[in-house]
């Protein structure tokens, strides 16, 4: 499931206030057209109507394509060096949601699905950049070109 809340964020340059949708998890299957603007570097992006200033929204982001049983999970760098704990309680918490959802679905769960089975990124580059390797991967095995 996309999970996307509207926040309100004053412009870092101008100090203008607007709503942005800041989006928590992207699923590729329900929304493919929000993976194109993932690859395109407009997800989680602050864009000032008033004087233009663009600026990246640093928040994780969940992404999830179970076509190909892919899970990517971004974390800000920032929050990695600045608070730790949180990243390691934020990662520890999904991994116990999986858990809870393997126990109920079980053997229809996709393999991302299973703990330990989630890349995680510290860039939304490399989560695009894994994106873009798996999907190709995919592509080559799914068309028998694999050798």
């Not at 602050?46 to 999830?64: D, E, M, R």
């Not at 989630?118 to 994106?131: N, R, T, Y």
């Amino acid at each position: 499931m996309t999970i996307a809340e509207k926040e309100t964020i004053g412009c870092p340059a101008c100090k203008v206030e607007q709503d942005v949708d800041v989006y928590q998890t992207i699923n590729a299957m329900e929304n493919p057209e929000l993976v194109s603007k993932l690859m395109a570097g407009e997800i989680n992006v602050f864009k000032c109507a008033g004087c233009g200033h663009v600026a990246q929204i640093h928040t994780p982001l969940l992404f999830n394509d179970h076509r190909m049983d892919l899970k990517i999970q971004f974390y800000p760098e920032h929050l990695l060096v600045e608070n730790p704990g949180y990243v390691f309680k934020d990662y520890l918490r999904m991994l116990k949601e999986m858990e809870k959802f393997r126990q109920e679905y079980g053997l229809f769960m996709p393999d991302s699905n299973k703990p330990g089975n989630q890349l995680v990124v510290f860039s939304m580059k490399e989560m695009v950049s894994q994106i873009r390797f798996r999907t190709g991967l995919f592509e080559m095995a799914k068309s028998g070109l694999e050798d």
